[in-house]
């Protein structure tokens, strides 16, 4: 499983955050929670990163992912109670756009965390 580790570790500090703050907070207090927390455990990310979206190589967009970390995995992130399919290809299409194989998706809205892994088929 490619970056296997890094997503478990990634995993791991959201189970972290939604365990010490439990649901119903917005997605933003969240974000900052999970920033600190993948702080500490040493993971280097940019939150809230900033990239192009290109058409036939003409950039036409830009998009923020919540996290990128390592420079290799997308994390987006909800506080939903529910992850509903839309959510779900948001962050297959990231990947696809960002030329990136691996992202997760979490949400922290729930009871219990919920996290998807996302790949990217269409990269080798």
Do not use: W
Not at 82 to 110: C, R
Request: glycine fraction near 6%; charged fraction near 25%; include cysteine.
């Amino acid at each position: 499983m490619k970056y296997g580790a890094i997503k478990e570790q990634i995993i791991g500090c959201a189970m972290t955050v939604h365990r010490m703050m439990e649901n119903g907070f917005q997605e933003v207090i969240y974000q900052r929670a999970l920033e600190i927390e993948m702080s500490l455990n040493g993971l280097f990310f940019e939150r809230e990163k900033e990239m192009g979206i290109l058409y036939r190589d003409q950039p036409i967009e830009t998009r923020r992912v919540d996290f990128l970390v390592e420079n290799v995995i997308s994390v987006e992130l909800k506080a939903l109670i529910q992850l509903e399919d839309v959510h779900l290809t948001q962050a297959m299409n990231y990947l696809e756009a960002f030329h990136l194989k691996v992202g997760l998706l979490i949400s922290f809205g729930a009871r219990s965390l919920k996290f998807k892994r996302v790949h990217n088929n269409k990269l080798s």
